[in-house]
């Protein structure tokens, strides 16, 4: 059935006396007038300028950039198209019939991306002329404004941010290769080097604090820079811990353990004294094959707890550190002497490592 | 559709959304519910648009939407106690693309409540819908402007008898 005889079914149904008379006034009414002109944009380079500013602003299809850069190749370069208006206008004489905005816009900053300005600008009042549908073209003086404007030759300066532009994909992928393969060397590196120790803790200087007079422990009480820790008690001696390293005499169950330890934190090197049947630690000055002695006195230190877990045994301890002012001032109700050094200190540095004597 | 319905002239815009409101009639009369109409977007041509348009306008003249005839617009108006032409002349003037995207939202939302309304009333909506339920944008912010109207004449309804006791 066609979509008159459904209308008049329709009509009908309304009634009888009211059909013929809809019918009439459809059919009356039921061609297109010449519809008047709604209020069109003023065709004005103030106008022009910011539509164009808009349509810079739209990105281009990664589809229509392949078509683009195609016809660019085969069409401007191939036919040797001059780079200014008059080559956009041999174009758009030739190819731009049916021309979108789209393809239009794609077109000048394709030429804009090659410098070619005068080209890009002309392409742009063609895509501004499509969108408003300006017919018989922009008047000759606001075009020639525009193109003089917008076509100026590039400077130097524009140039090179242009270029710099173009390639930022290629350089930002290649800092980023650089940078995975560094983080990979290094990883690399470090794995190898986990079981050898540094040779730098061959020439390292044994501890060796400045000794003050009990009256200048109560600056490190109230400074939370400043920890403390009981002087080792008997002979301090540095373990290296590396599976080649004789543990010379040390008992066999310490060095046994000590060495059990480095399947989990690597080659490793501690300062400590045999004291009661006991290993104690002091500080680590490496672990995992990585030199302490250049790190802050809080990472030895976390190392140094790090391994007597590892170890796990009451054979091994490790010397409290006291860290809070409450921890501080216990230590300093302790008989004998105590050692005071700043968290953030490298090992040995100077006047970092102070030894006060005790009350009695 | 060819292009966006902001694209189109005005005139020939509101000829098409009076399209829908003489449409909706012809479904309340039509026992069969078949429009005079075959295209995929379920609007007619141009040039029939324009007839249809006159035919509204005659239809509003002559107080010819109503009983038989009545559509959604009558009995929704009735009860939230607003004048049905209005709300036909709210549908024809915000027959348009949503302007933004928070707008679509909206009117998706506000297009789904009309659209339940009209359902449980028992009247069809003349407009082609899509598998989601609902018909394509500009209708969509029609339809929700319509409702927001209903919402709005409803709350005043609501709110009318209790001012005036307290009065």
């Not at chain 1, 009480?221 to 301090?236: F, V």
Request: charged content about 25%; overall charge positive.
């Amino acid at each position: 059935m066609s979509c008159e005889t459904h209308r008049q079914k329709a009509f009908a149904a309304l009634g009888q006396s009211n059909a013929a008379t809809l019918e009439a006034i459809y059919q009356a009414a039921a061609t297109l007038p010449t519809l008047p002109a709604t209020a069109s944009p003023k065709l004005s380079l103030a106008s022009l300028k910011d539509s164009v500013k808009t349509l810079r602003a739209r990105p281009v299809k990664p589809s229509l950039w392949r078509d683009v850069d195609e016809r660019w190749q085969n069409r401007v370069v191939a036919k040797g198209m001059p780079l200014d208006e008059h080559g956009a206008a041999m174009y758009l004489r030739d190819y731009g019939k049916g021309l979108g905005v789209e393809k239009a816009c794609a077109l000048a900053t394709k030429a804009e991306k090659r410098g070619a300005m005068r080209f890009a600008a002309a392409m742009w009042v063609k895509a501004y002329e499509i969108q408003n549908k300006v017919s018989g073209g922009l008047p000759i003086l606001i075009k020639d404004a525009f193109i003089t404007e917008f076509g100026k030759p590039e400077s130097d300066e524009a140039m090179l941010n242009r270029l710099k532009d173009a390639t930022k994909d290629i350089r930002e992928k290649r800092r980023e290769e650089r940078a995975a393969e560094r983080e990979e060397t290094e990883s690399a590196q470090a794995a190898a080097n986990r079981n050898v120790l540094p040779s730098s803790l061959n020439n390292l200087p044994p501890l060796s604090p400045t000794i003050l007079p009990t009256s200048a422990r109560a600056k490190f009480l109230t400074d939370a820079t400043w920890w403390g820790q009981l002087p080792l008690s008997g002979e301090a001696r540095r373990v290296r811990v590396d599976g080649k390293t004789d543990s010379g005499d040390m008992p066999a169950e310490i060095a046994a353990r000590l060495k059990a330890a480095q399947k989990s934190c690597g080659a490793y090197a501690v300062e400590g004294a045999i004291s009661d049947g006991r290993f104690v630690i002091a500080r680590a000055l490496a672990i995992e094959g990585r030199d302490l002695a250049s790190a802050t006195e809080r990472a030895r230190i976390e190392a140094a707890e790090r391994i007597v877990k590892e170890v796990g045994h009451e054979s091994v301890a490790l010397v409290e550190t006291a860290r809070t002012a409450s921890q501080k001032v216990m230590l300093t109700k302790q008989s004998g002497e105590q050692l005071w050094f700043q968290a953030a200190c490298a090992y040995n540095a100077p006047n970092c490592y102070i030894q006060t004597k005790g009350e009695k | 559709m060819a292009k966006s319905v902001n694209d189109l002239h005005p005139m020939l815009r509101e000829a098409q959304a009076k399209t829908m409101l003489v449409f909706e009639v012809f479904l309340r009369v039509q026992p069969e519910n078949k429009l005079p109409v075959h295209s995929k977007d379920g609007i007619p041509k141009p040039d029939n648009c324009m007839g249809y348009a006159a035919v509204w306008d005659k239809l509003v003249a002559e107080d010819m939407v109503q009983g038989q005839t009545a559509i959604y617009l009558n009995a929704a108006a009735e009860d939230a106690g607003l004048d049905w032409r209005e709300l036909a002349q709210v549908f024809i003037e915000n027959y348009r693309e949503p302007a933004s995207k928070a707008e679509a939202i909206k009117a998706s939302a506000g297009a789904r409540l009309y659209l339940a309304d009209m359902k449980r009333r028992g009247f069809r909506p003349a407009t082609p819908l899509t598998p989601d339920g609902l018909p394509v944008p500009a209708w969509q912010v029609a339809y929700a402007a319509v409702h927001e109207s209903l919402r709005q004449g409803a709350k005043a309804k609501v709110k009318t008898p209790a001012m005036a006791e307290a009065v």
